[in-house]
């Protein structure tokens, strides 16, 4: 049985930093593309950041290159996200999820391209 858990969520100020994990458990997690997506009120569900399955392609949205970095650790069967300069509007909850090794440039923020998630972890950024 697959198994997704985020954690790393929680209030912050604005202009501070959070970092998120996600650990992942019942497949092979180097042999899976992942991506943190994000889900605010009332909008629809928005890929942040993906991530090859051995790291060595990133992939970001506009609104946070340069404040975010995506990571993975193939070893610990673990992705993270670091986020720094956080704003009010990356209020959201952010889940985490594994796709196929095939997603790239063009197709890493399709959430319907990835079969497994999990519950999500609540970010909240206060101005």
């Known amino acids: 049985q697959v198994q997704v858990v985020e954690s790393g969520g929680g209030v912050v100020q604005a202009g501070g930093s959070l970092r998120l994990s996600c650990t992942v458990s019942?497949?092979?997690?180097?042999?899976?593309?992942m991506a943190w997506f994000r889900q605010a009120p009332g909008k629809e569900r928005e890929g942040v950041s993906g991530?090859?399955?051995?790291?060595?392609?990133?992939y970001y949205t506009d609104s946070v290159k340069g404040r975010f970095t995506i990571s993975r650790d193939n070893a610990k069967n673990t992705l993270y996200l670091q986020m720094h300069s956080l704003k009010p509007e990356d209020t959201a909850m952010y889940y985490c999820?594994?796709?196929?090794?095939?997603?790239?440039?063009?197709?890493?923020?399709?959430?319907?391209?990835?079969?497994?998630w999990g519950q999500g972890t609540q970010v909240t950024v206060s101005s």
């Open positions: 999820a594994a796709g196929s090794p095939s997603l790239g440039s063009g197709s890493w923020n399709l959430h319907y391209r990835y079969p497994y």
């Open positions: 019942g497949l092979s997690f180097d042999g899976y593309t």
């Open positions: 991530i090859s399955w051995n790291g060595g392609r990133t």
